[in-house]
């Protein structure tokens, strides 16, 4: 069964720093582009950041800059390095395969917040 798992969130301040994790199981995904989304109350769910099978990424412009998105294949793990988090940050993240999507994992809060 593939299984996504997404944790590191919490509650920061604006500026501060967070690394997400997503720990995909069931699947590799070596082969695979794989995202970043996040979901905000009231809004539909959005593309956020994404790095290719070759480590390319890409950035919505809302996070250009501020974001960085990694994987680690043998550990069938994909990061995303927030830094200078603001408070239209706040969502929940999710990640997923690029191709062919996993059941929607239930994600991690991240709260940005004084």
């Known amino acids: 069964q593939v299984q996504l798992v997404e944790s590191g969130g919490g509650l920061v301040q604006p500026g501060g720093s967070l690394r997400l994790s997503c720990a995909a199981s069931?699947?590799?995904?070596?082969?695979?582009?794989m995202s970043w989304y996040r979901q905000a109350p009231g809004k539909e769910r959005e593309l956020v950041a994404t790095?290719?099978?070759?480590?390319?990424?890409n950035y919505a412009d809302s996070v250009k800059g501020r974001f960085t998105i990694s994987r680690d294949n043998v550990k069938n793990t994909v990061y995303l390095q927030m830094d200078s988090l603001k408070p239209e940050d706040t969502a929940v993240y999710y990640c997923?395969?690029?191709?062919?999507?996993?059941?929607w994992g239930q994600g991690t809060q991240v709260t940005v917040s004084s």
């Open positions: 069931g699947r590799s995904i070596r082969f695979n582009d």
């Open positions: 790095i290719t099978n070759s480590f390319s990424t």
């Open positions: 997923n395969y690029g191709r062919y999507f996993a059941p």
